[in-house]
């Protein structure tokens, strides 16, 4: 199905009879009637971008971080910056569209007003309409994490996520926790059913050095060569189990990259060099300040909002397009010969309410729920409290999984990783089984119990720590703080390794460096027996029936962070 301007407009209407929103909802919304999709052709080419979708098929609710705190070279710098902090930056208006889509403020609210983001069938349906629009001159590439994050992903293997990518008509691909499947299972789909091509310049054969996959791609478009290289995340093996790709290395390979570069634009004539990247935002600002001769990285891997205007180092235009199928982004470029002579930029929230879904996307998502809908739906608690991930510390949905682990096993103490991914749930809403698969759904999700010392337990901390407050970027993995549940702790995020955490508690009481705890934690780097988190997480909501956040396990900030802009609400930590 292609749609038109006034064909999409009658769909709105056509949708707001049938229930998706009240007339006279695109005015309450955008404080217009104009259709805010509605974007006028400029150039010759059009990059369409997406990343992070985290198998989320269906739309969800996404509160942004009101911790995302910078240092060294970004501090108070774009994605490291929350609430007003992020408005203003960007000048937008302090309107409740505004304060929805691009920040954390007053969001119980205005999810209510403005409804879910994201979905497929909701994305599909602008992808036709630009496509409509723009003919051949528009690309479509996906950032990566897109097979990984739900129960039917797990399920399948990632294969109902390669239908989708097939069916929204993908150009160009590239991964992170697709890796998380197995060597023989990436190579199946990438090889047997995806249709986009799969690319990384950064992943060797361990034994002859040689490139696992692709490096990059040539588009002609408008008389134009346009060159896309894929970087696919750095850290896989570090990250997340070895095991599972023994075969395969990764890294950053800077020097790799401006080989790829120089040899698209000398031999392969390329006109527009493009980087599809999964470093992360902050990797791709250095990246781009070492190699010459990238026009425009397509970031992802941090789910940072990186909009509605480009980050630029040097001559390189830099993004990062969010999370769940949020933020549809879109560069109109004037390409011309060698050269990028100007460019538009469009960041697209993906308001679920204003954009009909496309019933063919619409049609194989239900098929593919179909075979798992009883158990997806099975009702587990319902919550009194805002439940969210996304934050430099503790969230208050890792607040219940940490909780539930202490309780379920028994321990004095409970770990649960960083993971940026898993969406929200209001209050009042019923938690279900797919809400908790939507927390957990990894490969290697066994619950493990050791008796660590305090010091041990301290060392863990600082070195997950490390991996997101070292001052260069290149050490950065990504991800947030470990979660903890009834630990207590000072902090301060420009201290180096060992030094950032003080004053440890656990329950309350000073910490014994000598001293054993039990600790419940999930998601181990090496092969473990144990019970997986979800059935965990699950026992424990249904024996609660209803579930409420009182206290979340947040860290006392350094005294220095009042000025820090990664922070939206200084009255939530203690400074």
């Known amino acids: ?286 990246m781009a300040s070492l190699v010459k001769g990238i026009d425009i990285i397509l970031g992802g891997h941090t789910h940072d909002i990186m909009g509605p205007k480009p980050f630029q180092v040097n001559q390189t235009l830099i993004i990062n397009t969010s999370t769940n199928g949020k933020v549809l982004a879109r560069f109109d470029l004037d390409v011309g010969k060698g050269k990028l002579n100007g460019w538009r930029f469009h960041y697209l929230p993906v308001f679920s309410n204003l954009i009909p879904a496309d019933a063919e996307m619409t049609k194989y998502i239900d098929g593919v729920r179909k075979p798992y809908l009883e158990k997806l739906q099975q009702p587990l608690a319902t919550t009194g409290s805002l439940l969210y991930r996304r934050d430099n510390f503790n969230g208050t949905f890792d607040q219940l999984l940490c909780d539930a682990l202490r309780a379920e096993m028994d321990c004095e103490v409970s770990f649960s990783p960083g993971f940026r991914w898993g969406y929200c749930k209001l209050p009042g809403e019923t938690i279900t089984m797919e809400d908790v698969m939507g927390q957990t759904a990894i490969t290697y999700p066994q619950v493990t119990v050791n008796n660590y010392t305090g010091e041990q337990i301290k060392n863990i901390m600082e070195q997950v720590a490390d991996n997101i407050f070292n001052p260069n970027p290149y050490y950065q993995q990504g991800g947030d703080m470990i979660r903890v549940g009834n630990i207590q702790y000072d902090f301060n995020p420009d201290e180096k390794i060992y030094h950032r955490i003080s004053n440890l508690r656990i329950g309350g009481k000073l910490a014994s460096a000598s001293k054993k705890y039990k600790v419940a934690g999930w998601a181990a780097m090496q092969p473990v027996e144990g019970k997986p988190v979800w059935e965990v997480f699950a026992s424990w909501l249904q024996s609660q029936k209803h579930v409420e956040v009182k206290k979340v396990d947040l860290p006392v900030l350094n005294a220095d962070m009042r000025s820090n802009k990664g922070i939206a609400f200084p009255k939530t930590y203690k400074l």
């Open 1 to 286: 199905m292609q749609l038109g301007r006034r064909d999409f407009l009658q769909l709105l209407g056509v949708a707001g009879a049938g229930g998706f929103f009240a007339p006279g909802a695109i005015q309450a919304a955008w404080g217009s009637d104009k259709d805010p999709y509605d974007i006028p052709a400029y150039g010759n080419v059009t990059l369409l971008h997406m990343t992070d979708s985290h198998a989320q098929l269906l739309p969800v609710w996404w509160r942004e971080p009101d911790t995302n705190i910078g240092v060294g070279p970004v501090l108070n710098q774009t994605p490291h910056l929350c609430g007003k902090w992020m408005l203003d930056y960007y000048g937008l208006a302090h309107s409740g569209r505004d304060e929805y889509a691009y920040s954390c403020l007053d969001y119980d609210t205005l999810a209510k007003h403005y409804g879910k983001i994201g979905g497929y069938a909701h994305i599909a349906t602008l992808v036709k309409r630009y496509r409509e629009q723009l003919g051949n001159r528009a690309l479509l590439l996906d950032g990566g994490d897109t097979w990984q994050g739900s129960a039917t992903s797990l399920w399948t293997q990632g294969e109902d996520m390669v239908g989708a990518q097939n069916l929204l008509g993908v150009d160009d691909f590239v991964g992170h926790w697709e890796f998380t499947y197995g060597q023989k299972q990436v190579e199946y789909l990438v090889k047997n059913k995806l249709k986009a091509k799969f690319l990384a310049q950064n992943v060797f054969s361990n034994t002859w050095q040689e490139p696992v996959f692709q490096p990059y791609q040539i588009h002609e478009i408008s008389g134009q060569r346009i060159a896309v290289i894929g970087q696919a995340f750095p850290f896989t093996p570090i990250a997340n189990p070895g095991y599972m790709i023994p075969d395969w290395g990764f890294g950053i390979h800077t020097e790799h990259m401006q080989k790829m570069v120089d040899e698209c634009r000398n031999d392969k004539h390329a006109d527009l060099v493009v980087v599809l990247s999964h470093n992360g935002a902050d990797v791709d600002k250095k």
